[in-house]
């Protein structure tokens, strides 16, 4: 009789081990898959706040565009040559660094997207459909600006190896300074849409 009482506890030590085995291995998968699910959200969290950084950022940049074309402008009407060649380098200067802000937040949004899908799962609480895309006319916008940054560039160039101290209005100063207002007309929208992205 002593042999099956000892078989017998030996037998609910057994299962009393297996039982905190299988509790201890599901414990530790549910932290592995909370701390998985946290660096996740930490992942997200950085890509968002950077967004948002870029988009602050541009705040503050796209409004330049506008006072520099009002200035170029003026300084067109005075035939200020050094100020236009001067305004034409800082729009040009400015213009990259909002397509290049824009161009940045559309790449981290679509890591972003690629990533919640990738790792959506069934328990997860976060929305791939909660993030909002550059759409086609502000990825138009971005190509403006790079386009705008071109024209100015190219024309300040050739207005600093014209030796005439006048401004000489021909059609390549006339097509940039075109470009100049289409860009400065379509950030105004731009930063409305910005504005609210950002609020």
């Known amino acids: 009789m002593e042999i099956s009482v000892s078989s017998s506890l030996g037998g609910w030590i057994s299962l009393a081990g297996l039982l905190v085995s299988v509790l201890g291995f599901s414990f530790a998968w549910s932290q592995l898959n909370r701390t998985a699910t946290s660096?996740?959200?930490?992942?997200?969290?950085?890509?968002?706040?950077?967004?948002?950084?870029?988009?602050?950022?541009?705040?503050?940049?796209?409004?330049?565009?506008?006072?520099?074309?009002?200035?170029?402008?003026?300084?067109?009407?005075?035939?200020?040559?050094?100020?236009?060649?001067?305004?034409?380098?800082?729009?040009?200067?400015?213009?990259?660094?909002?397509?290049?802000?824009?161009?940045e937040n559309h790449k981290n949004l679509k890591i972003e997207h690629s990533k919640r899908i990738e790792n959506k799962r069934w328990w997860s609480k976060s929305k791939v459909s909660d993030l909002v895309y550059l759409d086609t006319s502000e990825t138009e916008i971005m190509e403006l600006l790079e386009l705008g940054a071109e024209l100015t560039t190219k024309t300040k160039g050739a207005l600093v190896r014209n030796p005439d101290p006048n401004i000489l209005i021909d059609e390549p100063l006339t097509k940039t300074l075109e470009i100049i207002d289409t860009v400065t007309s379509r950030v105004s929208g731009l930063i409305s849409i910005i504005q609210v992205r950002v609020s």
């Open 39 to 103: 660096s996740e959200e930490s992942n997200r969290t950085l890509l968002r706040v950077g967004n948002r950084l870029h988009l602050n950022l541009l705040l503050g940049i796209l409004p330049e565009l506008s006072q520099i074309s009002a200035k170029i402008d003026e300084a067109i009407t005075k035939n200020d040559k050094n100020s236009v060649i001067g305004y034409f380098l800082k729009f040009s200067t400015t213009a990259n660094s909002a397509a290049a802000l824009l161009k």
